[in-house]
């Protein structure tokens, strides 16, 4: 019983370095979601995916790429990482539009040097 | 744009006492609210959903009430305990179906002293 996994949990880039961070979600949700938390911004929306193929910009997405190849993972890349990124990144699934609410990964802790 | 404010930022208490923690929202038109516990370096874990046809959710010592037209919410802990001590989120959905951005509080830090 898993629910939502993030990996890596910890990274350290240097400025202008890529990555991707990674969600798996074993609750066949078809919705997912990438968000950030900064200390005094709270939580906010990066991008989503309503299912396997589809994608869509959030609150915050300047920065980020996302792919929904498959169902049940959720990729987020940062193309040339900058210090302004440095955060800690959540990944979340819902059943249907959120109706039952949103389950929520562990996090990624990521500094940006 | 939809607002949630938690108020008080931070809270400690003796072990036993009553925990009341209070989240407000701006506009009314939501279709849930969902509170969630954060440990320190820690993911979200959900508590209590409250759709928002309902007055309240219950589970264990925890109890949360929703009062949607004066947008507010409460979280009740009784009898609080040390490992209650944690960051307390709450989060508000749009009622609208095309709208999937989460609005979140900024937190209560609560800290229950042995």
């Given at each position: 019983n898993a629910g939502v996994t993030q990996t890596p949990k910890f990274r350290v880039l240097k400025t202008g370095q890529s990555m991707t961070l990674l969600c798996a979600q074993d609750m066949n949700h078809e919705y997912m979601y990438w968000y950030r938390q900064d200390p005094g911004m709270g939580l906010r929306l990066i991008h989503y995916s309503v299912g396997e193929g589809t994608t869509a910009k959030g609150e915050v997405p300047d920065g980020y790429n996302v792919s929904r190849l498959k169902k049940q993972n959720f990729l987020l890349g940062l193309e040339s990482a900058?210090?302004?990124q440095t955060s800690v990144y959540f990944c979340a699934s819902s059943y249907g539009q959120g109706r039952r609410g949103y389950t929520f990964g562990s996090g990624t802790r990521l500094t940006v040097v | 744009k939809q607002e949630v404010t938690q108020i008080p930022a931070a809270l400690s208490v003796p072990e036993g006492e009553n925990l009341?923690?209070?989240?407000?929202?701006?506009?009314s038109a939501i279709y849930n609210l969902q509170w969630f516990r954060q440990d320190p370096g820690k993911g979200l874990t959900s508590?209590?959903?409250i759709q928002s046809s309902q007055r309240e959710q219950t589970s264990g010592r925890l109890n949360a009430s929703l009062d949607k037209s004066s947008g507010r919410s409460t979280l009740y802990i009784a009898a609080s305990q040390p490992g209650?001590?944690?960051t307390?989120?709450?989060?508000v959905r749009p009622h609208s179906s095309n709208d999937y951005k989460l609005s979140f509080g900024a937190g209560t830090t609560v800290?229950?002293?042995a």
């Open positions: 900058a210090p302004s | 009341v923690l209070n989240c407000s929202f701006t506009d508590l209590l959903l209650d001590s944690a307390y989120l709450c989060a800290t229950v002293r």
